[in-house]
């Protein structure tokens, strides 16, 4: 079966520009989130959707978006992009079920690098 | 969200059993152990989960202390496909506030020499 897919894979953007980063969750997965991993800062949670809806928020500023659309695949945007937004975008995806809550299957990442 | 504790780093020879350690003494009741592992270039790997009791499958093994404030993931035999850095996850259980969100921490990262 296909695991998450992300595209695109690598992308180079400069500042102020804005980007928009795609997820396609597996098959029957409902919930969809995202991370941004740095060097720095390790892996940070961005946010998390379940049918269309953000269901969590991490600590990040407004300039960092996403939305789930009725498929489940998910598109997070970034605007007016900052140097320091360079980073490894990751998302994953699960099953929704109360319990045991199911761990949460990763796809390979979007790498941003801004210039 | 309640914290947890790896070593930073940890080395095992192939073929030989590594116990990874993690701390997280703030656990709720209700908080699961998650395990994840992240290969180099790659997202992080759900590798195995639990509540109370010790867990297997077919990655690794999970002991749980009988007061949940500390747990060991246990690889039976590394392998150099096992380097990766390791990361102990406490997951809130559904309905709670922070559910569908899970707080890495460092993790530890485990060489292993062949």
């Known amino acids: 079966k296909a695991g998450v897919t992300q595209t695109p894979r690598y992308l180079i953007k400069t500042r102020g520009q804005q980007v928009t980063l795609s997820c396609s969750p597996i098959?029957?997965?409902?919930?969809v989130s995202w991370y941004q991993q740095t060097p720095g800062q390790g892996l940070q949670f961005l946010f998390e959707?379940?049918?269309?809806?953000?269901?969590n928020k991490g600590n990040f500023p407004g300039r960092f978006s996403g939305r789930q659309f009725s498929n489940s695949r998910s598109e997070m945007n970034v605007s007016t992009l900052e140097l320091g937004d360079s980073a490894l975008y990751l998302c994953?995806?699960?099953?929704?079920?109360?319990?045991?809550?199911?761990?949460?299957?990763f796809g390979s990442g979007t790498r941003l690098t801004v210039v | 969200d309640a914290k947890t504790t790896q070593p930073n780093s940890m080395e095992s020879n192939e073929e030989e059993p590594v116990h990874l350690p993690c701390n997280h003494s703030?656990?709720?009741?209700?908080?699961?152990i998650h395990w994840y592992r992240q290969l180099p270039s790659q997202g992080p790997e759900y590798v195995i989960h639990?509540?109370?009791s010790n867990v297997n499958n077919r990655m690794a093994s999970l002991a749980i202390a009988e007061d949940r404030k500390s747990s060991t993931l246990i690889l039976h035999r590394a392998t150099l496909r096992d380097a990766a850095v390791y990361y102990c996850?406490?997951?809130?259980?559904?309905?709670?506030?922070?559910?569908?969100?899970?707080?890495f921490g460092q993790g530890t990262i485990l060489t292993v020499h062949p």
């Open positions: 994953a995806s699960s099953v929704e079920r109360r319990e045991p809550p199911y761990g949460y299957t």
């Open positions: 098959s029957g997965h409902r919930s």
């Open positions: 959707y379940f049918s269309e809806t953000q269901r």
């Open positions: 703030t656990i709720s009741g209700t908080d699961y």
């Open positions: 639990g509540l109370t």
């Open positions: 996850i406490l997951r809130a259980p559904a309905g709670g506030t922070s559910y569908g969100k899970l707080t």
